[in-house]
């Protein structure tokens, strides 16, 4: 079944040592996103990759780093991971288009992974 | 921007009973608007999504929810609800356009016995 792969579902790490979460899709999709989301809150959008054209927050601390290297893989990387940072980490695709296109495909509907948990010792 | 604001952050429900989990949405533009289900340890589902067309959409487990436009809202109900539909959920919402969906803070529905 096409779908959003993360690894690894549970991470946990050391206060300041790096940290890299993959991402990979099966659906084709030209956009990939990475959200934040702690206990009890939204998921809260960090970054997304249209194609190859690199979309950061405004928001997002230096710390939080992303690569696609291809269509089907998206890795985040913290470079130094502090205790704020232990949250669940959720990859999302979409098929983004413009127009009608975008109307009649139901375009804009992100597919998630099932996470990537962080806990920071 | 577009924003999504979820009235309740709770709702304790018995089995059964209807429910019906709030949203309301910001925008100056036409939106896309979502609901997503999210179980424990879990990445977010999709339940049903409106685009265009008719205000009231069917999803999946039996929800539903109406668009209406003059109130901005985009409520989601179920008539029965089941134990297994414990669950967080949120409420999210897009433009034409754009690649950024925003989320509400979603609601913790709780199905008691």
């Known amino acids: 079944d096409a779908m959003v792969i993360q690894n690894p579902r549970y991470q946990v790490t050391q206060f300041g040592k790096p940290v890299t979460l993959s991402c990979s899709q099966t659906?084709?999709?030209?956009?990939m996103y990475w959200y934040q989301q702690k206990s009890s809150q939204a998921p809260k959008l960090l970054f997304h990759?249209?194609?190859?054209?690199?979309?950061n927050e405004a928001d997002t601390p230096d710390n939080f780093q992303s690569r696609r290297p291809n269509t089907s893989f998206c890795f985040l990387d913290i470079r130094s991971p502090g205790l704020g940072d232990a949250a669940m980490y959720l990859c999302?695709?979409?098929?983004?288009?413009?127009?009608?296109?975008?109307?009649?495909?139901?375009?804009?509907?992100?597919?998630f992974g099932a996470g990537s948990r962080l806990t920071v010792l | 921007a577009q924003s999504v604001t979820q009235l309740d952050s709770q709702v304790p429900v018995f089995e059964e009973a209807p429910v019906e989990l709030r949203c309301n949405y910001s925008?100056?533009?036409?939106?896309?608007l979502f609901w997503y289900v999210q179980y424990p340890n879990q990445g977010l589902q999709l339940l049903l999504k409106?685009?265009?067309?008719?205000?009231l959409v069917k999803g999946i487990n039996g929800f539903e929810a109406e668009f209406n436009k003059s109130q901005t809202s985009f409520h989601l109900r179920k008539p029965s609800v089941h134990i297994s539909d414990t669950a967080e959920y949120f409420c999210?919402?897009?433009?034409?356009?754009?690649?950024?969906?925003?989320f509400g803070a979603g609601t913790r529905l709780t199905v008691k016995p």
């Open positions: 925008s100056s533009v036409s939106v896309y």
């Open positions: 990759y249209y194609d190859k054209d690199f979309n």
């Open positions: 999210a919402v897009s433009v034409a356009n754009n690649n950024d969906m925003r």
């Open positions: 659906l084709n999709h030209n956009v």
């Open positions: 999302a695709t979409s098929r983004v288009q413009t127009g009608l296109v975008a109307l009649l495909s139901g375009a804009n509907v992100l597919t």
């Open positions: 409106y685009l265009s067309g008719s205000t």
